[in-house]
């Protein structure tokens, strides 16, 4: 399993977090091999954490996930990574 971790600046709260229920949560969980996610805040950043069954599928996500960030100032983009899952509980 591998996951794509999402950074980004949450500039505008409100606004964010309906784009994420509404636009971004949705498409992310048709992306092929999607297995769960997690979506973070803390003082103005979000970090994101979404787990693919293969590295193949966490590699295009990541790539989807940079080209299709939502429109406007609500966040702005600051890295995507893919990782291995080493152990969950």
């Known amino acids: 399993m591998h996951a794509v971790v999402v ?3 949450v500039n505008d709260v409100e606004t964010a977090e309906n784009m ?3 636009q971004v949560v949705p498409r992310v969980q048709q992306m092929p091999g999607f297995v769960n996610g ?3 805040r803390a ?5 994101s954490m979404i787990l693919f069954d293969s590295e ?7 790539e989807q996930v940079q080209a299709n960030m939502p429109p406007g ?3 702005t983009f ?3 990574e893919v990782r291995e899952v080493v152990a969950q509980a």
């Open 7 to 9: 950074r980004v600046a």
């Open 20 to 22: 994420l229920r509404e």
């Open 78 to 80: 600051n890295s995507a």
């Open 56 to 62: 193949e599928n966490a590699r295009q996500a990541s």
């Open 43 to 47: 003082e103005g950043s979000g970090l």
């Open 38 to 40: 997690y979506w973070t």
């Open 73 to 75: 100032e609500a966040v």
